[in-house]
T-cell receptor, first 114, second 109 residues
Framework: IAGITQAPTSQILAAGRRMTLRCTQDMRHNAMYWYRQDLGLGLRLIHYSNTAGTTGKGEVPDGYSVSRANTDDFPLTLASAVPSQTSVYFC?????????????FGPGTRLTVL | GQNIDQPTEMTATEGAIVQINCTYQTSGFNGLFWYQQHAGEAPTFLSYNVLDGLEEKGRFSSFLSRSKGYSYLLLKELQMKDSASYLCAVRDSNYQLIWGAGTKLIIKP
């Protein structure tokens, strides 16, 4: 069982380019999340999805979009990248049926926008 | 606003005990989590508290006082591999996790 995978591992992107970060989980978790992590700041929620077919905005959604066509995949798209989107991006999933609804994280994507 | 406070950095000696504090002010409370994050890696779940008191799990323990908006993570018999950042997160009334910036723990021989 792989858990959660993310691709690419890292990417350098020119400003203005479109980029999709991929996230796939094989745990059949209903809920999935996208966070960004910046030095000195806590993880900040970008978008989330409580179940396939639904999505919601987190704390910092501007400049990002997501889709949830099925249970396993939750891609994050930057329509036109800007340098302030340079960050480490983590995808996570959780089992809402579990007692604690603990979130489990993918290995992250390190994105640099120049 | 919602706020989670943790010390930025702490240093401890191998074999010793260290306590990492977390205070929070959130809109509602539906549980508190501690995660460990090694440099360049993903956060991994350590503990969960929803009721007041101490939860013990091997060398790690986590305490919660809801009335004080306070938690701590206690690490005993420190090992070099415990050098990492420790993240405190609170689930608010909307069932979203609010994260602290993390405490970088440095273990010295």
């Amino acid at each position: 069982i792989a858990g959660i995978t993310q691709a690419p591992t890292s990417q350098i992107l020119a400003a203005g380019r479109r980029m999709t970060l991929r996230c796939t989980q094989d745990m059949r978790h209903n809920a999935m999340y996208w966070y960004r992590q910046d030095l000195g700041l806590g993880l900040r929620l970008i978008h989330y999805s409580n179940t396939a077919g639904t999505t919601g905005k987190g704390e910092v959604p501007d400049g990002y979009s997501v889709s949830r066509a099925n249970t396993d995949d939750f891609p994050l798209t930057l329509a036109s990248a800007v340098p302030s989107q340079t960050s480490v991006y983590f995808c996570a999933s959780s089992d809402e049926q579990g007692a604690t609804d603990t979130q489990y994280f993918g290995p992250g994507t390190r994105l640099t926008v120049l | 606003g919602q706020n989670i406070d943790q010390p930025t950095e702490m240093t401890a000696t191998e074999g010793a005990i260290v306590q990492i504090n977390c205070t929070y002010q959130t809109s509602g409370f539906n549980g508190l989590f501690w995660y460990q994050q090694h440099a360049g890696e993903a956060p991994t779940f350590l503990s969960y508290n929803v009721l007041d008191g101490l939860e013990e799990k091997g060398r790690f323990s986590s305490f919660l006082s809801r009335s004080k908006g306070y938690s701590y993570l206690l690490l005993k018999e420190l090992q070099m591999k415990d050098s990492a950042s420790y993240l405190c997160a609170v689930r608010d009334s909307n069932y979203q996790l609010i994260w602290g910036a993390g405490t970088k723990l440095i273990i010295k021989p």
